[in-house]
């Protein structure tokens, strides 16, 4: 059911983040990025462990957006994943499975979209961090926090050897510290450098999986 409350956060949304209704559901990465389409040879990579991966969560439904503020113990004041972005979310974890990647843990975003998302791809338990919030409704002032998380754990060397970590958040997180708005669903390989921040390995993004399964060789 459509609320007043969520016509008057949908309504706030657009006047006074005009660029935030769409977020979180489309926005081509800027013309001077040029995304890497994962190969064989990165998933190589993964499985040798001591690499990120960050996933955006799945597609929403803009019909009910985020209340606010928004109630991180509440999923009701909440964008919720659509059945369309579940149903791919299932599809992109049944892919993930196949490519047999060592990981112990998800680390997720508080918010519920993000939470659902790292079990239907990862599976649980997940590790719930707070910190690792939604920055595209925050003032510049209130994002850092959150920016400066998201920059940490893609940054922070992978402690266990043999493993990689898995960290499940926001797309305009990963907007503010490189340029890059992946779309929803996607998974982003990172080489964590320490104090030297990371580096950008390749993505696999939700139409980029047949060509991926099919070179090796496990549709």
């Not at 190589?44 to 990120?52: E, S």
Request: aromatic letters at 8%.
């Amino acid at each position: 059911m459509i609320t007043a409350a969520r016509i008057r956060a949908f309504i706030f949304t657009c006047i006074i983040f005009p660029s935030l209704a769409a977020a979180e559901i489309s926005i081509p990465a800027p013309a001077d990025f040029h995304v890497v389409p994962a190969t064989a040879a990165h998933i190589q990579l993964l499985k040798q462990g001591g690499l990120v991966i960050y996933m955006r969560h799945g597609r929403t439904d803009p019909r009910f957006p985020d209340l606010i503020p928004v109630n991180l113990d509440d999923c009701d004041s909440q964008r919720p994943l659509s059945d369309a972005g579940r149903q791919l979310l299932d599809q992109v974890g049944e892919n993930f499975a196949k490519l047999k990647i060592p990981y112990r843990i998800a680390i997720s975003s508080p918010f519920c979209r993000a939470q659902e998302s790292a079990k239907r791809v990862f599976g649980e338990p997940i590790k719930v961090d707070t910190p690792l919030r939604y920055t595209a409704a925050m003032p510049d002032a209130e994002k850092q926090p959150a920016v400066e998380r998201t920059r940490e754990w893609i940054s922070k060397p992978v402690e266990e050897q043999g493993y990689n970590r898995i960290v499940v958040a926001h797309g305009p997180n990963i907007a503010e510290i490189m340029d890059y708005l992946p779309p929803e669903s996607t998974i982003i390989i990172f080489r964590p450098l320490g104090a030297q921040g990371f580096a950008y390995i390749a993505s696999i993004e939700p139409n980029h999986w047949p060509a991926l399964l099919q070179e090796l060789e496990l549709e």
